[in-house]
């Protein structure tokens, strides 16, 4: 039986850093104490004005297929996931199979905003079981959400950020390893509480006058606290049920990092120690899809994870959607 297998990981970040010191200055309050106090969160990374999205995603996709081990001209598909592309149209996974060389690889994007790498991953492992011509799949999660703040609002430019993270996946056979299961699940009925509402065809930048701020990401009612932690613990344990293994097995947990105390929550409602799941927001900010691959290959680079670990996938972005993975890595 053929099997879904990460074989290498990647992150890439912008060289620009930004300490919590410069929301001081610029919104003239001392915002830097609450940020490191309550989100963890002491610096970022922004993309400079010549910087992209396919900049950041090329560049976490070098250094994936590395790691892999795998050639560009073994790449057999790239499914890109970001709700920060380059162009409205086409989409950015045909820029970086162009930039890579990959001549062989079709391309698709995915949005479902920071839920996007976990739901990718998803799709890159089923395609693989799916159907033998897939041998090599390259996923990469990107965000550059810098381009998309409003630099007075203290809800948002303090916390989101930019980076990619890729991985390759790979068709294995004679193996446990791999992909066990997913889950996706949105509850359409927030898809107004957050997002940047201009630029598509409900407000064409190019057709009508538009207020500023709607191109920016804004943040237009708060989410009930509680609606993160109840649903990734929920996601875990069905998951998990259905593996027939239980949230105790799994070696690290790779969540969205949009809140440490949601993180932490999490696992409190699990009963699993805290610093099991893996956190990257403390010098990167808030990196939307790109966080969770992100954290995977820092996790797998400081050999947190081991092969034969089981490892849990639990995104969550606007809209709203969910997505939930498990793999045995």
């Not at 630029?199 to 006058?209: D, F, I, L, Y």
Request: hydrophobic share 40%; with cysteine.
């Amino acid at each position: 039986m053929r099997k879904a297998v990460i074989t290498g990981t990647g992150m890439y970040v912008p060289e620009k850093v930004v300490p919590n010191s410069y929301f001081d200055e610029l919104l003239g309050e001392d915002v830097s104490t609450w940020l490191s106090e309550n989100v963890q969160i002491y610096e970022r990374r922004w993309t400079d004005d010549n910087e992209s999205t396919a900049d950041l995603a090329e560049n976490a996709a070098r250094v994936a297929l590395k790691n892999a081990g795998v050639s560009v001209e073994d790449i057999d598909l790239i499914v890109l996931s970001t709700d920060t592309p380059e162009f409205v149209s086409p989409s950015t996974s045909s820029i970086i199979q162009d930039r890579l060389g990959a001549t062989k690889a079709g391309t698709f994007d995915i949005n479902t905003a920071c839920a996007g790498f976990v739901t990718a991953l998803d799709v890159a492992s089923k395609y693989i079981v799916a159907d033998d011509q897939y041998q090599n799949i390259l996923v990469i999660g990107a965000y550059n959400m810098s381009k998309y703040l409003n630099k007075q609002d203290k809800k948002t430019v303090t916390l989101f950020a930019d980076g990619a993270g890729a991985a390759v996946v790979t068709a294995k056979e004679n193996t446990d390893r791999g992909f066990i299961n997913s889950m996706l699940e949105t509850k359409g009925e927030y898809n107004e509480w957050m997002g940047i509402y201009a630029g598509g065809t409900k407000s064409p930048v190019n057709h009508q006058v538009v207020d500023e701020k709607t191109h920016m990401l804004q943040f237009v009612k708060k989410f009930p606290k509680e609606l993160n932690p109840e649903t990734w613990s929920r996601m875990v344990k069905q998951l998990c049920e259905r593996a027939g293994v239980q949230p105790q097995d799994v070696k690290r947990y790779f969540i969205t990092q949009i809140n440490i105390n949601s993180i932490f929550e999490t696992m409190d409602i699990l009963g699993i120690e805290r610093d099991r799941a893996e956190t990257v927001m403390h010098h990167y900010g808030y990196t939307g899809s790109a966080c969770i691959p992100m954290a995977l290959s820092q996790a797998h680079e400081n050999n947190r994870i081991q092969e034969g670990d089981l490892v849990m996938f639990i995104g969550s972005g606007g809209g709203l959607a969910f997505a939930g993975t498990l793999f045995k890595f």
